[in-house]
């Protein structure tokens, strides 16, 4: 393999996603793609994001589980009204729902039924994601580097921390991080990381970090990462060019 390309953050930006793999001239035969997470919720197209990272894992893409995925999951598969409402009310899951043609009334009668997860099950593609969501890792690490969508908890072996905090750390790893091995991460949207409310450019920390999460989905950038060399690519919507086209406040 020729390069490591990491991508993180897509979230239902299909459109993006291609464009960055044609940009970066990425090669399933000489290029090693690691994917970090969070490809659903807020986009309008997380079916078809999902449909591209299965066709990408079948032909050798590492891929990883985000927060967002954990968060599908447990709506899904508990049949608990509370996470279901977390996911569809607070997190974009609306959305994800609309890319398969659904809208949250048609789920009503399997919540007040107690049915939810079976119910889900008799939707193919669905179905076919959320097994498909199963099978994602929650970390990749190489001698020199480690791959993970939120982050590591300083101090704390990878095989000894709780895989949840993979997904979801944030300040504790952004500010305590002292590792040997640079970490490559998402979750946490770089202009956060930068404290600048427009940049979203990666994120290289003094500590050995680096953020990813362009933040897309919110009008910023969908980033690519080469590694070794840390050269960056990246693809961003077209922003409005008149009044006409400008979106709505709201």
Not at 217 to 233: D, K, N, T, Y
Request: glycine share 10%.
């Amino acid at each position: 393999m020729d390069r490591i390309l990491a991508i993180s953050d897509i979230h239902g930006e299909l459109e993006l996603f291609e464009g960055l793999l044609l940009k970066a001239n990425y090669d399933t035969m000489q290029d090693q793609l690691f994917l970090l997470g969070d490809y659903i919720d807020r986009g309008h197209a997380s079916c078809g994001v999902l449909n591209l990272v299965g066709e990408l894992q079948a032909k050798g893409a590492r891929v990883l589980l985000g927060n967002h995925e954990a968060i599908m999951l447990k709506a899904c598969r508990s049949g608990h009204p509370k996470p279901w409402n977390h996911w569809v009310g607070l997190c974009g899951g609306d959305a994800t729902l609309a890319s398969y043609g659904y809208q949250l009334d048609d789920f009503n009668e399997a919540i007040e039924n107690d049915t939810l997860p079976s119910f889900i099950q008799t939707l193919p593609k669905l179905e076919e994601h959320l097994q498909l969501i199963e099978t994602f890792d929650t970390y990749i690490e190489l001698e020199d580097a480690i791959f993970v969508h939120g982050g590591v908890v300083p101090g704390v072996a990878m095989a000894e921390t709780d895989p949840m905090q993979f997904l979801w750390i944030r300040e504790e790893f952004h500010a305590g991080y002292q590792g040997e091995k640079t970490v490559i991460f998402g979750h946490t949207p770089t202009y956060r990381l930068h404290q600048n409310p427009t940049d979203y450019n990666v994120y290289f920390g003094e500590n050995n970090i680096i953020g990813i999460d362009g933040g897309a989905v919110f009008g910023g950038q969908l980033h690519a990462l080469e590694w070794p060399s840390r050269q960056i690519i990246s693809v961003e919507k077209e922003k409005p060019t008149s009044v006409d086209e400008l979106p709505p406040n709201c």
